[in-house]
């Protein structure tokens, strides 16, 4: 079992940038497939970015491509968001999540461990 703890959120202004981290305990991280997940008010939560198990495949929506990156640092335990060129749109409580497989899934059904989450709002 992993335990998720996701940190970095805040306020930015549109066009600013924000870090999220999310430090996994129990098993490794290297042991995970891990990825972003966000809710903003009033819609589903949506799969944002995910990180195979290796690390040697990435995946994300449309709506964040050049804009976000996701990486991991297996010796830390460690899984980054990086978010540049935020939006108002991108307002949102973000998740981490792990599922114990080789492959990126967008479903959220496909992760077994989550994070409580950490607030990301963006000002226009």
């Known amino acids: 079992q992993v335990q998720l703890v996701e940190s970095g959120g805040g306020v930015v202004t549109a066009g600013g940038s924000l870090r999220l981290s999310c430090a996994a305990s129990?098993?490794?991280?290297?042991?995970?497939?891990m990825a972003w997940f966000r809710q903003a008010p009033g819609k589903e939560r949506e799969f944002v970015a995910g990180?195979?198990?290796?690390?040697?495949?990435?995946s994300y929506v449309d709506s964040v491509k050049g804009r976000f990156t996701i990486s991991k640092d297996n010796a830390k335990n460690t899984v980054f968001l990086q978010m540049n060129s935020l939006k108002p749109e991108d307002t949102a409580v973000y998740y981490c999540?792990?599922?114990?497989?080789?492959?990126?899934?967008?479903?959220?059904?496909?992760?077994?461990?989550w994070g409580q989450g950490t607030q990301v709002t963006v000002s226009s």
């Open positions: 999540a792990a599922r114990p497989s080789l492959w990126v899934r967008s479903e959220e059904y496909e992760y077994d461990y």
């Open positions: 129990g098993r490794t991280s290297s042991s995970y497939t």
């Open positions: 990180i195979s198990r290796s690390g040697s495949s990435t």
